[in-house]
């Protein structure tokens, strides 16, 4: 489901972006940008996904990693009801815990290293989403990256994020750990509070209203619909659909 989290990410980052100040349509699209990548790095989890072998062995490393500390957690805290389970894929990462604290570390990094570090994330964000979009994204990504580079300036753009792209990070993994929260496995979004008498309460939504990974309602249903959210959400769009209507639909004034 990795196209349908990146596709999620990006709608989620446009409609944020304004509300964290990312007012000019470069910054948006930027912010936009890292929200959709960063909405599959939660599945760095997992050996197979594409967030684990982005960069090859730094992210394979990176991935082994993370499965090692999620199960460490995972035997420390499990509840009385918890499944018997490894504790790697869909737990530490796939939580509103995690999403704050990468969006933290990510807010101090951005101010600690400058526009550099900023252009550090967004770019990795570029790839993780191009990585899940397919191949077919990459003339689109690199038209947009350099319309970016030719109508904007760079270093006062991303200067401009400094800091509070931490919330670009933070909203894309929400927006995964709200995407797996509807399929079958259900995502312990809320950890570490006890429910049921499960640390690690799988959230989902009544059996009638979930939808299998990758079946027929992902691939028919919501992917179509969240690639025209997509388009739609981006700056300008709306206006100039609205103006299109008005043009050919309008009623003439009355002489």
Known sequence: MGHTHALTGWCAGL???PLVGASSVHQAVAFAATTAGFALLPDLDHPGAGASRLLG???GVLSWLLRRLSAAVYALTKGPRDERSKGTHRHLSHTVLFAAGLGALTMWGTRAGGWYAVAGVVLFGVLLA????GDWLLLVAGGAVAWWALTASAAGELRELTGWLGAAVAVGCVTHCL???????GCPFLFPVPLAGETWYELRPPGFLRFRTGGRVERLVIAPLFLVVALALLP??????VALYDRLFAPSPVT
């Open 179 to 185: 995407g797996d929260a509807l399929t079958e496995s």
């Open 236 to 241: 300008g769009v709306i206006d100039a659909l």
């Open 130 to 133: 191009a990585d899940a979009l």
């Open 57 to 59: 062995p730094v992210t």
């Open 15 to 17: 409609a944020v972006a």
